[in-house]
Nanobody, 126 residues
Framework: QVQLVESGGGLVQAGGSLRLSCAAS????????MGWFRHAPGEERKFVAV????????YYADSVKGRFTISRDGAKNTVYLQMNSLKPEDTAVYYC???????????????????WGQGTQVTVSS
């Protein structure tokens, strides 16, 4: 069992930055890939970024590439999402997820992840 707790969301003006954190406990943190998804009103949950369990490679949605950076700290059992140059369209609830049997073709599919956090709201004002 894995418990994931997100933090760091809030209200920020367009062009600003936020760093989200996801603290993991339970099953060995370093045995799974860690991802971020977001869910805006009226839309389906969308992939944002994922980092491999080794931390040596990450993948991003085209909409955030070059602005967001995902990282993980094995000693702290925490994954981060640094969000820069935020836009109003980045407004959503952001969820952290853990996947223990992901393959490359499935990293953008929410149902392929095994555990989820409760989400943290990010609101970007124009």
């Amino acid at each position: 069992q894995v418990q994931l707790v997100e933090s760091g969301g809030g209200l920020v003006q367009a062009g600003g930055s936020l760093r989200l954190s996801c603290a993991a406990s339970g099953r060995t943190f370093n045995s799974g890939a860690m991802g971020w998804f977001r869910h805006a009103p009226g839309e389906e949950r969308k992939f944002v970024a994922v980092i491999r369990r080794s931390g040596d490679h990450a993948y991003y949605a085209d909409s955030v590439k070059g602005r967001f950076t995902i990282s993980r700290d094995g000693a702290k059992n925490t994954v981060y999402l640094q969000m820069n140059s935020l836009k109003p369209e980045d407004t959503a609830v952001y969820y952290c997820a853990a996947g223990f049997s992901l393959i490359l073709s499935s990293i953008r599919t929410p149902s392929q992840y095994d555990h989820w956090g409760q989400g943290t709201q990010v609101t970007v004002s124009s």
